[in-house]
Structures are given as structure tokens and as C-alpha cells.
T-cell receptor, first 112, second 113 residues
Framework: TQLLEQSPQFLSIQEGENLTVYCNSS?????LQWYRQEPGEGPVLLVT?????EVKKLKRLTFQFGDARKDSSLHITAAQPGDTGLYLC????????????FGTGTQLKVEL | DTAVSQTPKYLVTQMGNDKSIKCEQN?????MYWYKQDSKKFLKIMFS???????INETVPNRFSPKSPDKAHLNLHINSLELGDSAVYFC????????????FGDGTRLSIL
């Protein structure tokens, strides 16, 4: 079974601080996706990383895919209240098919 | 324009009742999904349909029956609702399968009294 463990599970920080969220697995994934879910809404795709070692930037968010394609991280610089939400990593399951395995989630709260 | 829309947004009902949730996508995608998100926010896939055909049934009780009249719609009917069915149910779609990025609806919060 391909599991994606995220850490930390909860994170509460002040505006302006930096943070990193981790997504780890013992299995290799062909790619990993990151989503953000705000209260009362569905998850929204932020980025997809495909190549081992790849780094992608989305404004203040930096996403990295591990060299071995077993892990990924999301770093947020100078967090803002608008970054508050549930961050989910997800990867396609092995063996083909349509399934995405979702991570356990990181609930981020950024306070003024 | 809403890409993936599901109705109703809230559903409060008694144990033992039967209820349906509807989902429609206007993205032209071939694959649609139903997910259940529990109180710990874990998102678990229930069903996947590709072009109206069932692809994934992830060990879901047969009280749950998906129906896809066409590739733009995937509805979920639940019989004999139980307390443990309380959760947020999300519909999603993707261009095709194979773990492509998914577009989600805003969810249906189901509460069983």
C-alpha cells in the first residue's frame, strides 16, 4: 500500500513566519501533486512535480520533489492569513488505474 | 462558471433514510470520482467512473450506489443511512485517469441524526 504521511499534522504560526510541510512515503511516485483546501470548499490544485529533485515556485510557495521521488516538501515564505487552509499532497497509485493516494494532510493557521 | 458543481451543499437526515447527491462537471473531462472526507480531514476515494463506466469501487458498502447517466454527471445514492455515513462527500473530475490532477466540487456535508 502506498501511503503518504504528512508532517506536521497541525501548524499555527504568526503572519510573516516561514514554514515547511513534509510529505513522505516509502514508495516511489511518478509524480506528486499539492492541493490546498479552504473551509467549506474542495481541494484546489497548486502544483504538480514530476522529476526527481525538481523545484517549483508559486509566488511565496516553493515545492520540491525528492531525488528518489519518495518525498516532497512545501515551503512558505512570509506566511499570510490567506495561506490558512488544509494542505494535501497526492500521488498516483502504482499499477495503473485512476487512483490518487492522498496524504494525511497538514492544517495550517496563520494569525495576524 | 462553476467547473464541478454538486448539490445539495448540506444534507441533514435521519438514520435509515435514503438520499442522493448530484454532481455535474462542465470541463469536458472523461473521468469522475466520489470521495469521502472524514472528521480528521482524510480524503478517501469511493468510486471512479471513466466515460460512464465504473473503474474503481473502493470497498464501499453496497448501500452506496453511483450512477453516471453521461460522462458529465456522476450521482451518488445512499440507502439506509447510518450514523457512520456522516462526513463531507466530494465529487471530482479529471481529464482522464492515471492519476491526473483533479478538480473538486465544494462538497456535500451529510449529517445523520
Amino acid at each position: 500500500t502506498q501511503l503518504l504521511e504528512q508532517s506536521p499534522q497541525f501548524l499555527s504560526i504568526q503572519e510573516g513566519e516561514n514554514l515547511t510541510v513534509y510529505c513522505n512515503s516509502s514508495s516511489v511516485f511518478s509524480s506528486l501533486q499539492w492541493y490546498r483546501q479552504e473551509p467549506g470548499e474542495g481541494p484546489v490544485l497548486l502544483v504538480t512535480v514530476v522529476t526527481g529533485g525538481e523545484v517549483k515556485k508559486l509566488k511565496r510557495l516553493t515545492f520540491q520533489f525528492g531525488d528518489a521521488r519518495k518525498d516532497s516538501s512545501l515551503h512558505i515564505t512570509a506566511a499570510q492569513p490567506g495561506d490558512t487552509g488544509l494542505y494535501l499532497c497526492a500521488g498516483p497509485r502504482g499499477g495503473g488505474g485512476n487512483k490518487l493516494t492522498f496524504g494525511t494532510g497538514t492544517q495550517l493557521k496563520v494569525e495576524l | 462558471d462553476t467547473a464541478v458543481s454538486q448539490t445539495p451543499k448540506y444534507l441533514v437526515t435521519q438514520m435509515g433514510n435514503d438520499k442522493s447527491i448530484k454532481c455535474e462537471q462542465n470541463l469536458g473531462h472523461d473521468t469522475m470520482y466520489w470521495y469521502k472526507q472524514d472528521s480528521k480531514k482524510f480524503l478517501k476515494i469511493m468510486f471512479s467512473y471513466n466515460n460512464k463506466e465504473l473503474i474503481i469501487n473502493e470497498t464501499v458498502p453496497n448501500r452506496f450506489s453511483p450512477k453516471s447517466p453521461d460522462k458529465a454527471h456522476l450521482n451518488l445514492h445512499i440507502n439506509s443511512l447510518e450514523l457512520g455515513d456522516s462526513a463531507v462527500y466530494f465529487c471530482a473530475s479529471s481529464q482522464d485517469g492515471g492519476g491526473q490532477p483533479q478538480h473538486f466540487g465544494d462538497g456535500t456535508r451529510l449529517s445523520i441524526l
